[in-house]
């Protein structure tokens, strides 16, 4: 079992910056595929990013690359997720998840993912 909490959203202006932590309990994040995907109201939840077990290899969505940089720190057992140039189409409710490094070494359905965290508000104005 691993508990995810997630922290370090907020109200940001358009162009701003936030990061975004994701701290794990109960085992080790050395043991998992992470992801971080988001959820706008009344959309359907969409990844955004992903990082093997071993990182630091990473995957993102088109819409956010070369603005998003997703990151691990094993040691501390916390992964991250660096926002820069945000756009008010970024608002919506950011979840990082985990799944066992089975089959291939990234997936963007989420269903593929065991573990959730609660989830951090981030919104972005215009």
């Known amino acids: 079992q691993v508990e995810l909490v997630e922290s370090g959203g907020g109200l940001v202006q358009a162009g701003g910056s936030l990061r975004l932590s994701c701290a794990a309990s109960g085992r080790s994040l050395r043991d998992y595929n992470m992801g971080w995907f988001r959820q706008a109201p009344g959309k359907a939840r969409e990844f955004v990013a992903a990082?093997?077990?071993?990182?630091?290899?990473?995957y993102y969505a088109d819409f956010v690359k070369d603005r998003f940089t997703f990151s691990r720190d094993n040691a501390e057992n916390t992964v991250y997720l660096q926002m820069n140039s945000l756009k008010p189409e970024d608002t919506a409710v950011y979840y990082c998840?985990?799944?066992?490094?089975?089959?291939?070494?990234?997936?963007?359905?989420?269903?593929?993912?065991?573990?959730w965290g609660q989830g951090t508000q981030v919104t972005v104005s215009s």
């Open positions: 990082i093997v077990w071993y990182g630091p290899s990473t």
């Open positions: 998840a985990a799944r066992p490094p089975v089959g291939p070494e990234y997936s963007d359905y989420p269903g593929d993912y065991r573990y």
